[in-house]
């Protein structure tokens, strides 16, 4: 095998196989605010569809972060030889805000569901200004269980009929200013107790309330045709008793796929929460992407950095034998189509820059919403 040149070194003398042909297949976090030169031959040799950032990327500097953050960003572009590169972050407003300082802090949707379309174009005009073209918003969720914490007020409401408008408006904002949303947290985790940030959690309700309730947020949205769709690391007791839905086929093949007919791109849920940790990464790739999962992300680890678990995850998938399949084949396409809509998208978004980030427009917008 050629060597492949990396920024530093070339993958033979750092002893890497070149994987490049799953690099579609991977967003994968990154550690901090600026490449290491170890991060920078990884995402060579790897070449992952895109990166998301967390608050320990960004620079704990209130007047040169968003510089810092562009040359971050512009070094994973070179990296990984990818102009198109998807630059993602969980954007919701309350405590789902990763920025130090600058970017207008809205509430959380619960908040600013009667102003979903203004929250929505207000978000996207500040994350295009600062160079991300993915947001992992909106939620879908219904919070239908008071104990739940990990939604909560993250959902637009505690019926499932009220949801689906402020979720649509919200897209269809954020999306005109040049950023790409995503469905989520695909069936449902708005009914469970237990958080999948630190276990499995599972939910044994009937299939009529959970077809009424989890799922029909996401069967009005999917009339839509979104282009992304999170799945939950959840296990739905009355669809699969023994994989939660990021790992089942079951939900994701034979529900999303065939009697939904979802024909977008299904990423997982950070595959490092704790509800999957019991399952080694490679294997973990593997029950995903034959379960239904296009689009892996590794982002935040807490055990070490994003992309040696990616590498191994790719290892994986590579020992599998999974890359001559028909359904990876498909999923090569819809990736492909995916990236496409995201550039157009850019394309077609009016221009914006740092001067945007909580323009008076938008803290009046924030104000408005949080007294409101």
């Known amino acids: 095998m ?12 750092i002893g890497m196989m070149d994987y490049r042909h799953w690099g579609d297949f991977f967003i994968v976090g990154l550690e901090g605010p600026s490449l290491t030169s170890r991060e920078a031959s990884l995402l060579a040799a790897l070449s992952p569809l895109g990166i998301i950032l967390f608050a320990k990327n960004f620079a704990d500097d ?23 590169l998807l630059v993602s972050i969980d954007h919701e407003g309350g405590r789902v805000h990763r ?3 600058r970017v207008t802090r809205f509430p959380y949707a619960r908040a600013w569901a009667h102003q979903a379309a203004a929250v929505g174009r207000a978000m996207g005009r500040e994350l295009h200004a600062l160079g991300f073209n993915l947001n992992f918003a909106p939620v879908l969720d219904v919070h239908a269980e ?17 949801v689906p408008q402020p979720a649509l408006a919200f897209l269809r904002a954020m999306e005109a200013e040049g950023v790409l ?10 009914a469970t107790v ?17 077809r009424s ?8 949205l999917l009339k839509h045709e979104p282009q992304l769709l999170m799945s939950a690391h959840v296990r739905y007791l009355a669809l699969d008793s023994a994989r939660p ?40 790739a593997v029950l995903a992407v034959t379960a239904g999962i296009d689009l892996l992300l590794e982002g935040n680890p807490k055990d070490g950095p994003a992309l040696e678990y990616a590498w191994e995850m790719a290892e994986g998938l590579e020992a599998a034998g999974l890359g001559a399949t028909a359904e990876i084949r498909c999923a090569r396409e819809r990736l492909a189509t995916l990236v496409g809509h995201v550039d157009r998208l850019q394309a077609a978004a009016p221009r914006r820059d740092v001067a945007v980030l909580n323009c008076s427009e938008h803290q009046e917008l924030c104000t408005s919403v949080t007294e409101g």
Not at 194 to 210: C, G, I, K, Q
Not at 258 to 278: F, I, K, P
Request: glycine fraction near 6%; proline fraction near 8%; aromatic fraction near 6%.
């Open 2 to 13: 050629l060597a492949l040149e990396v920024g530093y070194q070339t993958t033979e003398q």
């Open 62 to 84: 209130a007047d040169r972060w968003p510089e810092i953050l562009a040359r971050l960003i512009a070094d994973a572009k070179e990296a990984t030889g990818r102009p198109s």
């Open 99 to 101: 920025f130090p300082s």
């Open 146 to 162: 008071p104990q739940n914490q990990v939604i909560g007020d993250r959902a637009f409401a505690t019926d499932p009929a009220d």
């Open 181 to 190: 949303g995503c469905i989520k947290h695909f069936p449902g985790h708005g």
């Open 194 to 210: 237990a958080d999948s940030h630190f276990e499995l959690p599972h939910l044994d309700v009937s299939l009529d309330v959970f």
């Open 213 to 220: 309730r989890e799922l029909h947020p996401f069967i009005e």
């Open 245 to 284: 839905a990021t790992l089942s086929r079951r939900i994701l093949h034979e529900l999303l796929r065939g009697e939904l007919q979802y024909r977008g791109v299904v990423v997982s849920d950070d595959l490092e929460m704790a509800a999957l940790q019991h399952v080694p990464p490679g294997e973990r």
